[in-house]
């Protein structure tokens, strides 16, 4: 999870929402402002999903994501609430799931959260610390609230996991000249706004085991 710095809404999100009855149900049947959204979330993310890390687009492959659930009454009202409640999410493996590629029980992020509160949310600023990655790309809660996260999330899917492993092993087959050099590149992002694929997980197996500063 790394930490997501929230920007202004659009400004056509921002006149939907002065619309009397303006729901989220509404905002999707308005497929350019939606597209919009979506987009801008993804942006702002540097185009990477809020929970695991992997590479979304703004389109297809991604969805907007509610921390606090929509269908929940007691947050009906933040449903639209761009700054505290939207984010870009991966699909959580329902592609693959749909393909007969995964199990049920392997999907992760939203697929798999419902109504659920997560106890670590990746617009606490803390989020990034809150985890620590082993070499085999397991992810391990440092606290309580993390732990309970990872759980609620399924952040140790197969996939998930295979994914990490193999974005960590990619340094064995072609370690960087510099290690801090490296470590400085995954924490900008690149000419067209995105961030490496899984790399706060990258960050923290360098930091980890390789000890660079």
């Not at 497929?31 to 990477?48: F, M």
């Not at 329902?94 to 999907?107: A, C, V, Y």
Request: charged letters at 25%; proline letters at 4%.
């Amino acid at each position: 999870m790394k930490y997501i710095e929230k920007q202004a809404p659009p400004a056509g999100l921002t006149a939907y929402c002065r619309t009397p009855g303006a729901t989220y149900q509404g905002l999707k049947k308005k497929k350019a402002l939606y597209k919009v959204v979506k987009e801008a979330l993804a942006n702002e993310q540097g185009y990477i999903c809020c929970y695991c890390g992997r590479r979304i687009s703004g389109k297809g492959d991604t969805q907007i994501e509610h921390i606090f659930a929509k269908g929940t009454p007691v947050y009906e009202e933040m449903q639209l609430d761009y700054e505290t409640n939207l984010l870009a999410c991966c699909d959580g493996g329902k592609g693959q799931r749909s393909q007969g590629t995964i199990r049920k029980e392997d999907l992760f992020c939203e697929s798999v959260k419902g109504s659920d509160i997560l106890p670590v949310i990746p617009l606490y600023r803390e989020c990034e610390s809150k985890f620590l990655f082993s070499e085999d790309g397991e992810i391990v809660g440092v606290s309580k609230d993390a732990e309970v996260t990872v759980k609620l999330l399924n952040l140790n899917s197969p996939v998930l996991k295979n994914m990490r492993k193999y974005a960590i092993d990619n340094y064995s087959l072609c370690p960087p000249a510099d290690w801090g050099a490296e470590l400085l590149r995954l924490r900008k992002r690149d000419q067209a706004g995105a961030y490496e694929e899984f790399c706060f997980v990258l960050e923290s197996y360098i930091t980890t085991y390789i000890h660079a500063v």
